[in-house]
């Protein structure tokens, strides 16, 4: 299985520090993908970043990836309380139609 | 949202009952998937489609029928109903012409007494 593990699954920090999940995996992947799941909600895409890339950036996300180590990172700097949600990595298995395998999820809280 | 919709959005049944949930999308999107999500999991593939009448299986097929007669609708099908597949089910399409992205639907919460 190419199943994302996510570490810590519980995050609890105050306002305004940064947050820091995560992800390791199983097989080689063609991309891998974070997502955001607020309480009783569906996910919604946050960022993607592809196996030849080792960094990508996107407003206060940060995401990292060490192919070599089958794992990667995302950084929320600057924490708000609207930021608590569940955060899964997703990696990517593309074969003729692209299948997510997700990790557990990282549930982030942000005290205020 | 990319204009994903399922129904019903919350459902009860018994155990043994037929069920068919909808996924509705009105971009045209060629790939759309079905997940479930339980507790202590991240979302499971069930089924997903490329096309339509064109349907695959995922990692946690058993149980489960799809079907896709037109592009728009994806329809996912307990066909008896047990209590292990009491979940949260959701929709999701492939946005491949430009992000390659999955964008998912609201969910539909499934309980089976």
Excluded at chain 2, 2 to 16: F, L, N
Aim: aromatic share 8%; proline share 3%; glycine share 8%.
């Amino acid at each position: 299985s190419q199943q994302g593990e996510e570490d810590p699954q519980a995050l609890s920090i105050q306002e305004g520090e940064n947050a820091t999940m995560n992800c390791s995996y199983k097989t080689s992947i063609n991309n891998l993908q974070w997502y955001r799941q607020n309480s009783g909600r569906g996910l919604v895409h946050l960022i993607l970043i592809r196996s030849n890339e080792r960094e990508k950036h996107s407003g206060r996300l940060r995401v990292t990836l060490d192919t070599s180590k089958k794992s990667s990172s995302l950084l929320i700097t600057a924490s708000r309380a609207a930021d608590t949600a569940s955060y899964f990595c997703a990696t990517v298995w593309v074969q003729g139609a692209q299948k997510l395998v997700f990790g557990q999820g990282t549930r982030l809280t942000i005290n205020p | 949202d990319a204009g994903i919709t399922q129904s019903p959005r919350h459902k009860v049944t018994e155990t043994g009952t037929p069920v068919t949930l909808r996924c509705h999308q009105t971009e045209n999107h060629r790939y759309m998937y079905w997940y479930r999500q339980d507790p202590g999991h991240g979302l499971r593939l069930i089924h997903y489609s490329y096309g339509v009448k064109d349907t695959d299986k995922g990692e946690v097929s058993d149980g489960y029928s799809v079907s896709r007669s037109k592009t728009e609708d994806f329809l996912l099908t307990l066909e008896s109903a047990t209590s292990s597949q009491t979940s949260v089910y959701f929709c999701a399409i492939r946005d491949y012409t430009s992000t390659d992205t999955q964008y998912f639907g609201p969910g539909t919460r499934l309980t089976v007494l």
